[in-house]
């Protein structure tokens, strides 16, 4: 037997739906479900179904009831006892939690409650799992006890509807900080678009854009939170959403993905380690954040020789290995492929070139293998370069001038005389 209360009131037998009566009769069941095994006296369910003005004849109509749902409902699994027993002039439900729907949506959040920030890839399977107990497209919220009536199902109604609301935002909270944003817009945006203005959904979605890169699209957001406020409820945005709004707007550093620097500087402390960074210093580790930052601007200056001797050139390119990585990493990944595409197409662009180094960095940060390659092809790209440049001197006093027949390169700390 399975019962169901996370959209209308139903039972199901062996997946069979089961005839429940009118819908004061499944009030009652609703009610001795909420109960969770526990008994339910005959006053409180008069009064549960009925409010502040009962009928003369409650007790024997709730006693009809009794009768009518143990026809329909039959025994417990075992057979040995009725589903529905008396107690104490009142009735229980002897149904086990995961008979019912709303009992295993709540004890899977309970199970991912602890591990919220400290396993949160585990808890986004559990909180996952327990989100598609409401059987709704989506993270869409559904509309329980949807076919019975009276304020004790409204106020309930309402109650499980914020917990599906709670568990939704721990759900996004935890892929935001596992990096997944990109996945993450297209559900955010759905739930933003089927509910009332939400403020706290906004700021994720906000979050997701501006993490993917997407500045402009996460301002657009804040701007249709305010419209729709305005022409719905007549109200302005919150203070917090504010200055949310104003952290992307002066691109605040603190919305970035949180980088694990343990994971990143014993992934850098190898070869990297004893190679020089593209900008001249030696380092003996790199974040995601430096990382992409150079591997952007080699993008943009490939593309920038491909489009000014032709596209051959840009395959002779220091940077087109680097490239070519980049271009496989974002496969299937719309989104970042545009982002690429727009550098390739205007690698002057700054705003373009600074949106690839973010996708970049997002992508160097959820997967390791593909921070160790684009470093390695970084390093390779920039030793490339050099190597092309022709003859360098570094040295610490330079007395006597050369000549040379190439062009030369110079670094070090010197004085000439």
Excluded at 134 to 162: F, K, M, S
Excluded at 174 to 181: D, I, N, P, T, V
Excluded at 327 to 343: E, K, M, N, P, S
Excluded at 391 to 412: L, M, Q
Aim: glycine content about 8%; overall charge negative; aromatic content about 4%.
């Amino acid at each position: 037997m399975q019962f169901r209360l996370l959209s209308g009131v139903a039972a199901y037998s062996e997946g069979v739906w089961i005839h429940l009566g009118d819908r004061k009769q499944r009030l009652v069941l609703a009610i001795l479900l909420l109960a969770e095994s526990r008994p339910v006296p005959m006053e409180q369910l008069i009064d549960k179904v009925w409010g502040n003005e009962p009928i003369a004849s409650a007790r024997k109509v709730i006693h009809h009831y009794m009768s009518e749902l143990r026809g329909h409902l039959g025994r417990t699994v075992s057979g040995s006892t009725d589903l529905l027993p008396k107690h104490d002039g009142g009735y229980r439900l002897l149904a086990s939690r995961d008979q019912v729907d709303l009992h295993r949506f709540r004890d899977l959040v309970s199970t991912a409650q602890p591990l919220i920030r400290h396993d949160d890839a585990r808890a986004v399977r559990t909180l996952r799992d327990a989100l598609s107990q409401w059987g709704t497209p989506g993270l869409r919220v559904g509309e329980p006890l949807n076919d019975v009536t009276g304020q004790w199902a409204l106020n309930h109604r309402h109650n499980l509807q914020e917990e599906h609301r709670a568990a939704v935002i721990d759900c996004m909270e935890a892929e935001l900080r596992l990096g997944l944003h990109t996945r993450l817009i297209p559900e955010l945006l759905d739930l933003t678009a089927a509910g009332p203005p939400d403020e706290q959904v906004t700021a994720l979605l906000m979050l997701a854009y501006y993490r993917a890169g997407r500045s402009a699209e996460a301002l657009a957001a804040f701007s249709g939170l305010r419209t729709r406020l305005a022409e719905e409820i007549g109200a302005d945005p919150g203070a917090d959403i504010e200055r949310f709004h104003q952290r992307i707007l002066q691109r605040d550093p603190g919305l970035d993905l949180p980088i694990d620097a343990n994971r990143f500087t014993a992934a850098g402390s190898g070869s990297a380690a004893d190679t020089d960074d593209p900008s001249g210093s030696r380092t003996e580790s790199r974040s995601p954040d430096e990382v992409g930052r150079h591997a952007a601007r080699l993008v943009a200056e490939g593309a920038r020789k491909g489009n000014s001797k032709g596209i051959g050139a840009a395959w002779l390119s220091p940077s087109a290995p680097l490239i070519e990585r980049v271009r496989t990493r974002f496969h299937g990944d719309l989104a970042a492929q545009g982002t690429l595409a727009q550098v390739e197409l205007n690698p002057a662009d700054v705003v373009a070139v600074t949106a690839l180094e973010r996708v970049l960095i997002m992508h160097l940060i959820r997967d390791l293998a593909f921070f160790e390659d684009i470093t390695r092809l970084v390093d390779q790209a920039h030793t490339a370069k050099q190597a092309a440049s022709g003859p360098a001197i570094v040295a610490n006093t330079i007395k006597t001038a050369a000549v040379y027949h190439a062009p030369v390169t110079i670094s070090g700390d010197f004085n000439i005389s």
